[in-house]
């Protein structure tokens, strides 16, 4: 799987913070990601910033790819798919988004949110079927 | 998901107006801030010294889209010469809305996107 690690943040998106990704790119976030958003795509938005959560999902969710997931707790993630409904996109777009993102794994950490989220990758691509979110994202 | 800033605010973020691209700009700017991450870009249809249309592409907050939308809406039939005399206060009081310090950035980012695609500037970060 080839890893393209998107942002805004000059700041963030760098080779130091990100070392074993495959491409780091930096601009406007939505322009950057939607000639990706190709079949057999993971989307994993981990900003935390509605910004640019909106308009990449706008896109994403229309788009063939295999999985679109987003950082958050339910509450955030519920006001967001009620933006993304007035904006237009049906119910079954809205759907396809899984946020909060990740399996239930209990870990709390960055790194064990990280696997988490890695792990609900695997099972998608393997086909297995996904029972729980991450326990830890109820706000 | 909280938009504390006023109704004009909520209703051009919520349907932001002229949020396209021009196939036919003269002139675009694209700004950023890198103290919050606000990316938007301004492009203009200019037919000699006026501009036809105006259109926005961002990926950025509430008050930096509105912001946005209503300079679009204000620009478009707007001689060249009054778009560069638009002041950051002029913006700001186009919101409506009583905007924090801290936020002051976010709210005339578009306009610094113009005045730079007017002028011919290099784009700032």
Known sequence: MKVVVVDGRERYATRERFGSADEILVGMPSELVRPRLAAGAYVVLVAHEYKYELPILRDALRAPVRFVGMLSGRKRADGVRALLREDGLTEAEVARLHAPVGLDIGGREPEEIALSIAAQLIAVREGKPIAHRRAGAER | ?125
Do not use: K, Q, W
């Open chain 2, 1 to 125: 998901m909280t938009v504390p800033y006023g109704a004009i605010v909520l209703e051009h973020f919520r349907r932001p107006r002229n949020r396209r691209s021009l196939p036919d700009a003269t002139v675009g700017r694209e700004a950023y801030n890198p103290l919050c991450g606000d990316r938007v870009r301004i492009e203009l249809a200019l037919d000699g010294e006026t501009i036809r249309d105006a259109g926005f592409t961002a990926d950025a907050c509430a008050i930096c889209t509105a912001s946005a939308s209503l300079l679009t809406l204000r620009l478009a039939g707007a001689p060249v010469a009054g778009a560069l005399r638009l002041a950051d206060a002029d913006v700001i009081a186009a919101l409506g809305a009583d905007v924090p310090a801290g936020r002051v950035e976010c709210a005339v980012l578009p306009a610094r996107a113009m005045r730079e695609a007017l002028s011919g500037l290099p784009a700032s970060a």
